[in-house]
């Protein structure tokens, strides 16, 4: 099925017809930015790594500077972390966990906290993604530059760079290819002779870096080793190897090769193809030669610019293109990207608003491809060796919310990896950790995982001691066979969740008032019911998460014929949790005990006991004393101080139903919590962008009540006229909406497989059926009309 616009095709024709004009040397003048609404675009290079432009196919990340006399790019590749092949579990006595249980019912959560210390894995710190380093580029003479712009067009993810010196107009154009597995950068200008440069790389690990080869430079090094949480003891050294190679192919003009440069004086145009790889295979094997590698990769992308670039734009697009956007196009859009956001509470800028969320999928298709690593808290972006928090998978949100808008903006595909990590901290440390540290069947994973997949609990107990990481991501990617309604992949899926389920089932304990069964011990993600203490038990996200869990194990065995004997047991579990609970305040409780409006910190960046609502559908209208309490949790948690804090709460609001609210986040988001280059802040981290879109397209769609929900909370005051086509919906429907004057106007459905689907707008609801691929329209009031 093809999702492209007319937009679409005329803009794949123009860049069709860029790349032959760019291949052949010519060059045009930068187009208006109204013109190409999914463009950001600066009229100076950047000043540092939030203003660089983000590029990547998945695994080779770029961050382009856009430099006139020296053009750095920042080079990362997602299997470089430090460390290597480790597991972090050791066996823990049954009489320590008994100890915990008896001090947590006695009600000493602390001294129960302080022996948790002893549960904490062996290193209780991880590895961190580490940085290849840069590409350097140097341009004699290109200081002083007339009618600058550099830009990064969503719709290629090819990034340029445009500048005049002497009267040349000189066009650079990067971008790294998913077809062909390098980054390459393409120069050119509009006379013949008149490219010349130097390229190296350099690297802040220890490197050598060396010329040969007549036009090539190679950059060969090892990663770091992983250090204890003093940041300063190794405690698993490196053992990766790395290489980058760069090549540079001119033509006219000549290319030398010596000491770390290559260099090319006078060609009329050159390609910079930029390989990188390392000496990973899998978390338990890391023999391969990264030299091989590169020499593989650049050989294989020995082709005319002209066919790499089309090959890359038609693969980027194949899957970007699926979704369009359109909230109208006011003045302000005219302006630059950083000046648009700086004004954007100060104006009407509904574009900015589908640039920022097409962006979130922009860079989720960047960073998470099949075959690559999943999106790490970074994406794929990040210049230092030590990154913050480690750049690691954390998994008590972050990981989750980067994959947040897979499903629903139609990017399944991203999602690959993600699964995969699961299955191998499922098979592997997940399953070591639960059988050594717990005595129990199955597999878990706590707070944060790594390239090398352990799953123990670290840090300390007070942030590491939670126990339902993994069945939250399984139950995500449960969600995403209700996205698809594909079997095999259920198939795939139900060994990851059935195992998820058997260590609770092992792990489970009956508290004695209530004789509720909980996870213990436990937390409620970093949130301090006193200074210093998280350690509690049966919190309210865990029993949500294992809600969702034990149903999923049951809908799956169900559907696909196995295990007809344990529903009867998971049923029986599931119905012994304890339930949500309403608290003194009239909101949801976080906690087993009515805590909250003692807890340390009120306005607690996570939401965790919102996760019923969003994103996970345990609280429902249905119940409307738990939605209307969950509603005051929210209203107690005001805003955050962390930009993915507030993206999380569009979501939850949106899942409210209240538009104004979810926009009021929107807006914080883009006015407060984002960087020049569209990066969410503090730039350390990447997941807000990725909530936000998410949290987007829940105002417009949502699908997790068993019917397709239109504009549920469209703030229609602020985008009274729109369409976006292409949003997924559960049971395998993609749906177009389209609205004037603030309600709907028309909505198409298309399903592969002939279905009946139920589509509510405001309070109607009908029920339709749909033929397989037979796209069904409806007008605002739900009447078919062809
Ligand atoms: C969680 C959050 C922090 C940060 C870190 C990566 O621990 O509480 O704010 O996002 O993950």
Redesign the pocket.
Known sequence: MTNFSLTRRESLRLSAFAALAFGSGLSFAAPAAAETPLVLWYDKPAGNWTGALALGNGRLGAMVFGGTARERIGLNEDTLWSGAPYEPSFEVSAEIRQEIQRLMFAGDYKGAQNLAEKLQGTPNSQSSYQTVGELVLDFPGHDQVKDYRRDLDLNTAIASVTYTVDGVRFTREALSSPVDQVIAIRLTADRNGKISFSATETSPLPVMVKAGNGNEVSMTGMNGDIYARDKKTPVVKGALKFESRVKVVAEGGQVTAEGDKVTVTGADAATVFIAAATSYKTYKDISADPAVRCTQYLDAAKKPWVALRRAHVAEHQRLFGRITFDLGTTEAAKQATDQRLRDFSKQDDPALVALYFQFGRYLLLSSSRPGSQPAN?QGIWNDKLMA??GG?Y?V???TEMNYWPAQVTNLAETEEPLFRMLSEVAEGSGAQVARRTYGARGWVLH?NTDLWRPAAPIDTAF?GQWQTGGAWLANQLYQSYLFSGDKAYLGKLYPILKGSAAFFEDTLVKEPEHGWLVVLPSNS??HEIQKGLTASYGTTMDNAILRELFDACIASSTVLGQDPGLRARWKQLRDQLPPNQIGQAGQLQEWIKDWDTTAEDIQH??MSPLYGIYPGNDITPADAKTFAAARKLVEMRASSG?G??NAWRIGIWARLLDSAKAYEFVELMISKWTEGNLFDKPSV?L?GNFGSTAGIAEMLLQSQNGEIHLLPALPAGKWPNGTITGLRARGGCEVDIEWKAGTLARVTLRSKAATTVKVRYGSGVVSVPLKADRPLVLDGELKAVR
């Open positions: 808290l913050p928090w690691k954390t008590n949100i972050n707070h942030w993600p970093e960046r996570h962390m993915w804090a981290q997941d």
